[in-house]
């Protein structure tokens, strides 16, 4: 496999780590063993259990070149983060673990990750892979995947993608998952292009708690939309992901907003699927979240140098990014291996309207902002008045955050 000689662990530290007495921070031979390890010279990684395989190659390569044995624990997605959280500060779990980077300001708020040097390779991700891995200024997560949402067309029923949201809608029904209780995660694109992001950003770029843009008035204007849309029927809580899937799968819907994760139920059906940018109901640009992936290092590892090394110059390469891809079909991290992915044009079209995403908010905040919004937002859409309401989700989650 190829070797990202770049960065703060490069060929010089590879050497280093090689004859360094290396103590495991915990081994074991399932997913579930966390007891601690004397054996010098591993790495222990959890890893999602479906992305153990495409990590094999990368682990016996450093192995091969370090003599430090990496050993890829499967675990369940569901599991992982907790454990993490509560066996690191006891000396046992991973050097390594995968995860999301939503995860990062409890990780960051419990103290179990450690910072990340990824050198000159930094300007080798996409700008907010990079942006999404960064904590209060530092980098805590190398990434891997980048995730975002994007309009699915029915290119048989609407052969040419929509020029605004009203012109989407006056070609055909357009489908997105809401339900009883709402789900702003998908309707953030409409509400940034009325100039409302959930926080405002500090001089790093992180963003700011105590810098709530809800209440701006773009988040009026945008809430006075809901109620438009809600009376007009366009949005529906009753709409819940399975029944905007199947209105999009039978030809009912032309449009879905959705995520990667439901392409595939869509060209298994038969539908010719394009992937189009989200249409702004204001002109601006429509940015939907951004959900990216990556490794972050144990604050309690014995084997810093080796996780660091092992995660900018072998997992951080095009080789080992697009394995992953393979197995997950998300669009890389690094920018070289996303390219490559993209000559599919699945792949291109959510690349496309990936590079006008935001980092979901990873701050501790970020909690009192989901109690409140997606209740707000269905209460707006079933008739309520859009003024009010969303001064009351201002005010709750003011209060929330304080």
Request: charged share 15%; glycine share 12%.
């Amino acid at each position: 496999m190829k070797v990202n000689k770049r960065g703060i662990a490069a060929a010089g530290a590879i050497a280093i780590v090689s004859t360094l007495t290396l103590a495991g921070c915990s081994t074991g031979t399932s997913g579930d063993d966390t007891s601690g390890s004397e054996d010098s010279g591993t790495l222990v990684v959890w890893v999602d259990a479906e992305r153990v395989d495409a990590l094999k190659g990368a682990a016996d390569a450093y192995e091969d070149k370090t003599g430090v044995t990496v050993e890829l624990l499967g675990k369940s997605v569901d599991d992982m983060k907790d454990d993490f959280i509560q066996q690191v500060p006891t000396g046992k779990g991973p050097d390594v673990v995968m995860g999301a980077h939503d995860w990062l300001g409890e990780l960051s708020t419990n103290g179990v990750v450690a910072p990340i040097e990824l050198g000159d390779s930094a300007g080798d991700y996409l700008p907010v892979a990079l942006q999404a891995a960064t904590y209060d200024g530092t980098v805590y997560m190398l990434p891997y995947a980048v995730e975002n949402i994007a309009v699915l067309r029915n290119a048989d029923l609407v052969p040419t993608a929509p020029a605004s949201f009203d012109d989407m809608i006056a070609q055909g029904t357009f489908v997105v998952e809401q339900g009883a209780e709402g789900n702003p995660y998908h309707l953030y694109p409409f509400q940034t292009a009325f100039g409302a992001p959930v926080f405002g950003t500090d001089d790093t770029g992180s963003y700011d708690a105590t810098d709530l843009q809800l209440g701006s008035e773009g988040g009026f204007a945008f809430a006075d939309w809901l109620g438009v849309q809600g009376a007009a029927g366009v949005l529906n809580t009753d709409i819940d992901g399975e029944i905007a899937k199947q209105q999009f799968l039978d030809g009912t819907a032309a449009f879905w907003l959705t995520g990667p994760w439901n392409v595939g139920a869509a060209t298994d059906a038969g539908i010719n699927v394009a992937i189009d940018p989200i249409p702004s109901p204001t002109g601006e640009t429509a940015s939907p979240f951004a959900g990216v992936k990556g490794f972050f290092v144990s604050s309690e590892s014995k084997n810093k140098v080796a996780a660091n090394d092992f995660l900018v110059n072998y997992l951080g390469t095009e080789d080992v990014q697009l394995e992953l891809f393979k197995a997950g079909n998300v669009l890389p991290a690094l920018t070289a291996a996303a390219d490559t992915a993209a000559s599919d044009p699945i792949i291109a079209g959510f690349q496309a309207v990936g590079a006008d995403a935001v980092p979901m908010p990873a701050i501790p905040a970020m909690g009192s902002v989901w109690q409140f919004w997606g209740v707000a937002e269905a209460a707006i859409i079933n008739g309520a008045d859009p003024t009010t309401t969303w001064q009351k989700l201002v005010d709750d989650v003011t209060a929330a955050i304080k």
